[in-house]
């Protein structure tokens, strides 16, 4: 019984999952074995192929031979690994999972022609990480301040609406068939901050999320859900929340066991703790391996995780108080707590110390709890990064934080086992992703979540060839040209050197270079008549630089080894300091906020040239939203400029305009 | 038929007219001639004091001699004028109408004994101005980011809430009285941001109106409405709003005359047009005086008046562009217009060229048009001057205003032709304003709206001696000494020497000094490292000076001559610029910043002392917002100082701790 491949509504875009995308497969005459509902999945899809591009699909074998062999049988794969070879004429892949035969479909997909052609020699497909996950900061009621999304920048949530499930479960289905052919098998469907509303989803509104999971479950993604820790207290009525009372142990265990009535394959709850607000275990004098454990042994019999999220810090900080640095925090928090976690507890750390700024370095947490499962999260959302109005794309970014080796052997990708994460950047916009080039943020955050050492470039060429499967040459050159470069455009102008912040604060959309400065949210950058930049030396600092491991912990430590885009992260210095490349850092700055503008708008320039080869609608709405990055590029080329320039007193050695 | 003394709900602050006010005409004998709704009103008023304190009041004159006697009678008066005299043991109020009569009990209520006492010649007493405003910032539907009630520190609104009329007409009665015993006698019951609901006040919700304006007839306040610019296309389905249109003309004709059937004694309309998004004439490329004359004409015939004003700017300026200056914009947009606008149509200034900064130079605009009546408007609900937070009394604040001179002639108080108006501070509030001490400057601004030149420490001796008719000797000290300073301690520990602004954006509580330094809204400081202030001498600088006339044009033409405390307003001069003080720009700012959160120590120490002589819900209140004020102040404090500081270098001559 094929299942049949999900309809998007009317004007939702396809994107990297257009019909022309499986012209290759959609000609052949595929042979499919093997009994797993997924298998149906498959089934379905090269079925849906072959009606439009006029091949064959059978799951017996009769009258071969097959171009496309498509069956389980593989021992030693796992659930998710596939096998591909071809020889003879026929390409076969075999996999011991149905999830895993999914995968290798798509893997045929991305091949297009080329798996056709020729012989190859076995090769194995295993994804990195058993968890590859989307966080949607999703909320179901509308919240006040926040919205349906909290830092959504694409429409609506896919899930909810205004207090109510959405409904629109043939979307959702088409959202897990996306996220399937990029590699992203779990999703959480609510935000991390649980509200009144949302904390219901847990008990009496169950019903609501098993929805969710039955139409996510036939592309092999399981579905997750963000638990208020007190729970017991507003949901279970109990005087106390704490993780060492029985009664608590007793209705988490309860609780617990009636999700899983509802979504057998449930993949877990996702914690905020202690954090901005959310209630958590210091309440009682407990620490977080507490909470993260009693969580742990409500899941452990059904063999489901909880991810606990390290983002703890004091949020109430005095801005005058120079020894308290929010960037220690998760490591302070943490790193005495290694040994305690339970097994099916996995500490979700984001990939730097602050908060998905530009420029972060890697949070020190990660690799140094050996006995403790992290995993990693980035931002895909665009919350920092331009809100989707501008265009970023984040590969780059998150590619060199997966190669980082905090110590000499492990690069992050592998020390992630707890899994990688990424904050949606999706929602009920008719491109997804609200910018249509968002779409590849969405894109490589899967690819890489399956292979963390994967080049970027070549995930941005499967994206490219997925989503324009018909597209000539200079739509490929002219997306690499707007796109490869787009997360150091967009870093040049904006804060600089690694110091972060400097957003209006609140909604984080345009310049406010101080408008973090005298907040209680931990994120100053000190700048005075003379100098820039946080000293988070062990030296004379806070300590900071001495939570790495060598050798990072001496590079950093130094203004002369720090990598000159983290050096305002570190070091406090003169404007006149000169860095590596040999200029000054207020020459730096003034020359980095021209040169970002200018490279706005010549991608500006390039995207006017693909009017003819990416689709009117497309087309039209990335033009629009170049006109107001352009816009608020040199607002904060201008802001940043004029802020340096009033304060160091230093002119621009090219006598450019600053105002 | 005497009128019943309105009842506040159980649990309503009496405010300025306690029971124990009544005492002295609640024990004598009084008279009461005359045939008027408001005579029943001074019945209802002098019977209920009666009922309380053993005296006795008759309509006819039978067993005399009598106390006290009110009558009507007098000519001469004017509607609201009333004489007082004394002789053989009789005092006696005389007015040419109900409301004069009303105004003249009170009058001999505030006397008190005093009133009883000796023999005096006669004294006439008449309101400098017919019009005597509170406008009221109040929306009928909560609005999503103004809320209940724009810029509101009190609660909800009296007469609104969450979309509907709230019914309690005698708690609006209430307020009706209260402000008839400080001389108000209008109120304005809508915002005038007029958005979607209550735009629909003029047109099918007129009868809610009504109720309110039958509510505070009794007390001689009549009401006026808030009007959108666009009513004829929003609620008449005309195409245009243009002032010179014969439907637009007609369709006004009309609405306003069917207000005048619900309402015949209605004031008339305040209009907010081309000004921080409101629609205006602007739209039809006509004039403001185009504008104005056209609702006046609608009113003309019904002998109502429409206040239109004067805050029109460009509120999207490029922050980049130092040519335009905001407070150029009002004289700028309305001079050419002297001596077109009707006779009915008066024209409300704000008392500033900004919009109710703590210390502005009033506004060149009064004074200039010499054929137009003026209305100025202050601020009561404190938006930019602790927000009923902080103790801020803005008597001597208004008194200056009122008191300036623009030439030799007349002064600011004399010029106000079209009347005097306030936006209120008042709401639902228990204590009417939020901060129970804010009372204050609600009467403040009754008394120097009828009497401008009254002197402010006076009317606070009134205020108290009303407020706290029983009170020793003590209270009334403390009162003066947490209340006489308190707009120049404020005006201490935030902005300095007039340059304004440097509020958190929105909100406009709480310091950030370059919050609007890069914003579109016109309000700029430029500091940088060697100076900070605003140049506008018409020699170097934006030229606003020169919208003065002599002697102020010179006078704040040159740095030499111009007055500390507005010297950042028209000066941009270096941090050791010497003030007149001889103290340097920065070290102004720093010991008035140490000296302001001083002040406020010392008032809460005061206040403190007087807790038994209060009462003990009002001392809490006022004890618990003066830890606020204080929190607050230090924050002032510490974030103006350390800007300074990083900015200029220059360290505190005393040592200080600056951060």
Redesign the interface.
């Known amino acids: 019984m094929s299942l049949p491949v999900p309809v998007p509504p009317e004007g939702v875009d396809p994107a990297w999952l257009p019909s022309a995308a499986f012209r290759a497969v959609g000609g052949r005459r595929t042979l499919i074995r093997g009994s797993d509902p997924l298998v149906e999945t498959v089934h379905g899809e090269v079925a849906e192929a072959c009606r439009r591009f006029g091949g064959r699909v059978v799951r017996a074998a009769s009258d071969g031979p097959y171009d496309l062999v498509l069956g389980l049988g593989a021992d030693g794969l796992g659930e998710e690994g596939f096998a591909v070879a071809r020889s003879g004429g026929t390409t076969t892949v075999t996999a011991s999972g149905g999830r895993g035969l999914l995968y290798g479909l798509f893997h045929v997909v991305r091949l297009g022609e080329a798996a056709f052609r020729g012989d190859w020699a076995p090769e194995t497909h295993r994804p990195a990480h058993a968890l590859r996950m989307l966080d949607h900061w999703d909320n179901v009621a509308v919240h006040p301040v926040m919205g349906q999304v909290e830092r959504g920048y694409a429409g609506g949530s896919l899930f909810w609406e205004d207090g109510r499930a959405r409904g629109e479960l043939g979307r959702v289905r088409t959202y897990g068939r996306l996220l399937a052919a990029c590699g992203v098998n779990a999703v959480c469907v609510n935000n991390v901050n649980v509200h009144a509303a949302e904390a219901r989803l847990l008990t009496d509104r169950i019903g609501e999320v098993a929805d969710l999971a039955d139409a996510l479950r036939p592309y092999g993604v399981r579905t997750h859900l963000s638990v208020s820790f007190a729970a017991p207290i507003v949901l279970g009525g109990l005087p106390t929340a704490d993780p060492l009372d029985v009664s608590v142990r007793d209705w988490w265990a309860g609780a617990t066991r009636r999700v899983y009535e509802a979504i057998p394959d449930f993949g877990g709850y996702v914690v905020k703790a202690d954090s901005e607000g959310q209630p958590g275990p210091f309440a009682y004098g407990r620490s977080h391996a507490d909470g993260a454990n009693l969580l742990a042994a409500a899941l452990e019999p059904h063999g489901g995780t909880v991810h606990w999220r390290a983002f703890v810090y004091d949020h109430r900080q005095d801005?005058?108080d120079r020894t308290t640095d929010r960037a220690r925090a998760a490591y302070d928090h943490f790193v005495p707590l290694d040994g305690e976690f339970a097994a099916n507890a996995v500490l979700q750390v984001k990939h730097g110390p602050m908060d998905f700024q530009v420029r972060e370095p890697v949070s020190p947490l990660i690799g140094a709890m050996p006995s403790t499962r992290p995993a990693v999260e980035v931002q895909a959302t665009q919350e920092y990064t331009g809100q989707q109005r501008h265009v970023c794309w984040l590969g780059p970014m998150w590619s060199e934080v997966l190669r980082f080796r905090p110590e000499q052997d492990l690069c992050v990708g592998e020390l992630a086992r707890g899994g990688l994460v990424a904050v949606s950047n999706a929602g009920d916009d008719p491109f997804w992703t609200g910018h249509p080039l968002a779409q590849a943020n969405l894109y490589t955050f899967g690819r890489l979540a399956w292979r963390p050492d994967a080049e970027p470039r070549a995930v941005l060429d499967e994206w490219i060839a997925l989503t324009f499967p018909d597209a000539p040459a200079p739509l490929a050159d002219g997306l690499h040209a707007v796109l490869d470069g787009s997360w150091r455009t967009y870093e040049k102008y904006t804060a600089p050197l690694g110091v972060g912040w400097m957003v209006q604060p609140g909604h984080h959309y345009g310049?406010?270079?101080?408008?973090y400065e005298?907040s209680p949210w931990g994120t100053y950058h000190f700048?005075?008549?003379?100098g820039v930049g946080v000293d988070r030396s062990a030296a004379t600092g806070t300590g900071y630089a001495g939570q790495y491991a060598k050798p990072w912990s001496e590079l950093y430590e130094s203004r002369d080894t720090c990598p000159d885009e983290l050096l305002l992260f570190f070091h406090h210095v003169p404007y006149g300091h000169v860095l590596k490349s040999g200029k000054t850092v207020i020459q730096h700055i003034y020359d980095t906020h021209f040169e970002g503008v200018q490279e706005v708008e010549e991608a500006r320039r390039v995207w006017a040239g693909l009017a003819d080869l990416v689709g009117q609608g497309r087309h039209a709405r990335v033009a629009e939203r170049y006109e107001e990055q352009l816009r608020s590029a040199r607002?904060w080329r201008?802001?940043i400029n004029?802020?340096f320039?009033?304060?160091?007193?230093v002119p621009d050695e090219r006598g450019r305009r600053i105002?």
Chains 1, 2 share one sequence.
């Open positions: 801005w005058r310049p406010s270079v101080d408008g005298y700048a005075d008549r003379d607002e201008d802001q004029s802020y320039f009033r304060k160091s007193g105002y």
